[in-house]
């Protein structure tokens, strides 16, 4: 199994940027998520897509700035991060669960994690 991630950056604040993630040899999972974590804290749920129904959870942290889609067809999960804050700046990571979970430790998977910087 590959997650493969791209579209990190540095983006100055309020500004925009869509991050990818493909995955290959996946033939089992309920729902993908996107988790961060920034330098000296610990990793972060962000939100996650349900991959049949298309159910979508966010933390509140991200609510309203931040969307998931997916791409079933090509195997694809997106994070749309509008409205970026110095607070985003994180390394971002794609993930997949056979479970309904906002939990780190739920995931089994996960991509190599781009970096994504909020200048102020």
């Known amino acids: 199994v590959q997650l493969i991630e791209s579209g990190g950056g540095l983006v100055q604040a309020g500004g925009s940027l869509k991050l990818s993630c493909v995955a290959s040899?996946?033939?089992?999972?309920?729902?993908m998520g996107w988790f961060r974590q920034a330098n000296g804290k610990e990793r972060e749920f962000v939100a996650a897509?349900?991959?049949?129904?298309?159910?979508?959870f966010y933390a509140d942290s991200v609510k309203g700035r931040f969307t998931i889609s997916k791409d079933n067809d090509n195997d694809t999960v997106y994070l749309q991060m509008d409205g970026l804050k110095p607070e985003d700046t994180a390394v971002y990571y794609c993930?997949?669960?056979?479970?309904?979970?906002?939990?780190?430790?739920?995931?089994?998977?996960w991509g190599q994690g781009p970096q994504v910087t909020v200048s102020s």
């Open positions: 993930a997949s669960t056979t479970v309904e979970s906002t939990q780190y430790k739920g995931y089994d998977y």
């Open positions: 040899g996946l033939f089992t999972r309920y729902a």
């Open positions: 897509i349900g991959w049949s129904d298309s159910r979508t």
